[in-house]
Nanobody
């Protein structure tokens, strides 16, 4: 049983930065691969970034590579997504997800999801 709550979204100008936080409770934190997805109304959920159970490997969508960084703090049961050089096309609802297997871009392999946090990037 895992509960995930995202925070840190908001409105930011293009070129700016935000850090999203995913706070987990009711889980063995290190047992899960962790990921961020995003979704725009009318479109499918899109993979953004993932981190392995150990934290030793990270994966990024090409669209965010070099701009976004996923990390986690086991002591705080928290996952972060640092977003720099934001673009208007980054505007979406961002979701945190945990899964019992390896880090993957496949959303079907993640069992637990937060409710999302809105990120809006203005030009």
């Amino acid at each position: 049983q895992v509960q995930l709550v995202e925070s840190g979204g908001g409105l930011v100008q293009a070129g700016g930065s935000l850090r999203l936080t995913c706070a987990a409770s009711g889980s063995t934190f290190s047992s899960y691969a962790k990921a961020w997805f995003r979704q725009v109304p009318g479109k499918e959920r899109e993979f953004v970034a993932a981190i392995s159970r150990s934290g030793g490997r990270t994966y990024y969508a090409d669209s965010v590579k070099g701009r976004f960084t996923i990390s986690r703090d086991n002591a705080k049961n928290t996952v972060y997504l640092q977003m720099n050089s934001l673009k208007p096309e980054d505007t979406a609802v961002y979701y945190c997800a945990f899964g019992p297997g390896i880090a993957t871009v496949n959303p079907s392999l993640y069992n637990y999801w937060g409710q999302g946090t809105q990120v809006t990037v203005s030009s």
